[in-house]
Every structure is written in C-alpha cells, then in structure tokens.
C-alpha cells in the first residue's frame, strides 16, 4: 500500500493550484495594453488625428486612464479600459479611412450608345 500525503499537505498544494490559477487570470493586462496601443498607433497612421480627433482623443485618454489603473493594481478596471481604447481607436481608424476613400457616385447603366450591336437593325 502506497502511503497518502497528509491531509494538511494535499490541501496546501490544492491551494496553490487555485492561486496559480487565480493570479494568472487576474495579472497585468499586457495582452490587452498591445492590442489598445497598436490600434492606436494604426489610427494614427490612418490619418485619425485629422478625419477622427474626437474618437482618437477618447482612446488615448482610455489608454492613459487604463495605465493608471494597472500602475495602481486595478487590472480588472484596467482591461476593460484597454479594450474600450482599442475599440475606439478602430473606430477612429475606420472614420478615418472612409474619409480618405476616394467617392464613386453609381455606375451609368448600361444603354444602347453603351453597347452598340454589330448589325444595326434598320
């Protein structure tokens, strides 16, 4: 017969097994602070600052708050404030780009001066 680890011991290692788990899920948001500064960054590059200041202010203003919040702990507040960031900053990239775009008004439709047959009937 095997001997058992003690109680108090099976315990213990169950418990570190949860706050392992537990601080991996609760960490600082690195993933997120990526996504929101790269967005950011790709809204900038789109030309946000001209065609979407408002909505490339809010992100940035996000991002910084976000920081803030991570620096005191806070990384629940912190992510959700970072993926707000990015989804602003994807906003502000997309107003941006439509600006950009050069606009087509709809095609003419096709008529008979647009496709002349070959034998014209008389």
Same mark, same amino acid.
């Given at each position: 017969m095997k001997p058992r680890l003690p109680f108090v011991l099976r315990i213990v290692a169950?418990?570190?097994v949860v706050t392992s788990f537990a601080s991996g899920c609760a960490g600082w948001p690195v993933q997120e602070m990526s996504n929101a500064r790269q967005a950011i960054t790709a809204a900038e590059r789109a030309g946000a600052e001209q065609y979407a200041p408002e909505a490339l202010a809010e992100a940035r203003k996000l991002l910084a708050s976000a920081k803030a919040n991570s620096n005191k702990g806070? !990384?629940?507040?912190?992510?959700?404030? !970072?993926n707000q960031a990015r989804e602003k900053a994807i906003e502000a990239r997309r107003v941006a780009e439509q600006a950009k775009a050069p606009t087509q008004g709809p095609d003419p439709a096709p008529g008979p001066s647009s496709n002349p047959s070959p034998n014209p009937s008389p």
């Open positions: 169950a418990a570190l806070d !990384y629940r507040a912190a992510r959700d404030e !970072y």
